[in-house]
């Protein structure tokens, strides 16, 4: 299958700053990203759906504001969790597909954790 | 919530036996995918059924989907104790959005 690369793996940042987490489809374009969150032993939980060259339709209850998703090219979506707090500790994944009728393939994951 | 439900939660089985797991969604949809996840890794891949299609194979997977019951079924035949993950279905809404939604996922143990 397709490789979608999610960088970083883990990253442990102080409260108040910012963090970036990058998603490539390496070899295919990706006209839809999701970013989802996901707490121990539950589901995915859709954040928000980024349509490349378009801004990110994000679900009910995300703050826009403060979790920042770009989508600049076919192959490179970053989320970015402003003025990280404690409680944005959590597993972040993102996913890539060609097409609505196409499978979506996943990044490895981010623990983000907040101290 | 938009998301769908699995049932059962969690499931423990023999190495050897049928794993049946099942997920009922609450939208009109484009099709449906099933994955995989080892704890704590990212999702892979099983399978998707496209909304006009009742029944898939691929190895040692079965997929059924009912658009009329809003329901959909993954059985694993023949378990391996490398089949222990979670499993969740995911539908694609038909609407102009095309998201994915997952369910709640079904926790599998297979004992050797």
């Known amino acids: 299958g397709a490789v979608v690369s999610q960088h970083p793996s883990w990253v442990i940042c102080k409260s108040g700053t910012s963090v970036k987490i990058e998603c490539r489809s390496l070899d295919f374009q990706a006209t839809t990203m999701f970013w989802y969150r996901q707490f121990p032993k539950q589901s995915l939980m859709l954040m928000a759906t980024s349509n490349e060259g378009s801004k990110a339709t994000y679900e009910q209850g995300v703050e826009k504001d403060k979790f920042l998703i770009n989508h600049a090219s076919l192959t490179l979506s970053t989320l970015t969790v402003t003025s990280a707090h404690p409680e944005d500790s959590s597993f972040y994944i993102c996913?890539?597909?060609?097409?609505?009728?196409?499978?979506?393939?996943f990044g490895q994951g981010t623990r983000l954790t907040v101290v | 919530s938009q998301q769908g439900e699995e049932d059962p939660q969690a499931l423990s089985i023999q190495e050897g036996e049928n794993a049946t797991m099942n997920c009922s969604y609450k939208?009109?949809?484009?099709?449906l995918q099933w994955y995989r996840q080892n704890s704590g890794r990212g999702l892979v891949h099983l399978i998707l059924?496209?909304?006009?299609?009742r029944e898939k194979h691929s190895g040692r997977l079965r997929v059924t989907l009912d658009t009329s019951k809003k329901s959909s079924s993954l059985l694993i035949t023949a378990s391996r104790a490398a089949d222990t993950a979670s499993y969740f279905c995911a539908t694609v809404w038909m609407d102009s959005s095309y998201k994915l939604i997952f369910g709640s996922g079904t926790r599998l143990l297979v004992r050797p």
């Open positions: 996913s890539a597909r060609y097409g609505p009728n196409t499978e979506a393939f």
């Open positions: 059924i496209r909304s006009n299609e």
């Open positions: 939208t009109s949809i484009n099709n």
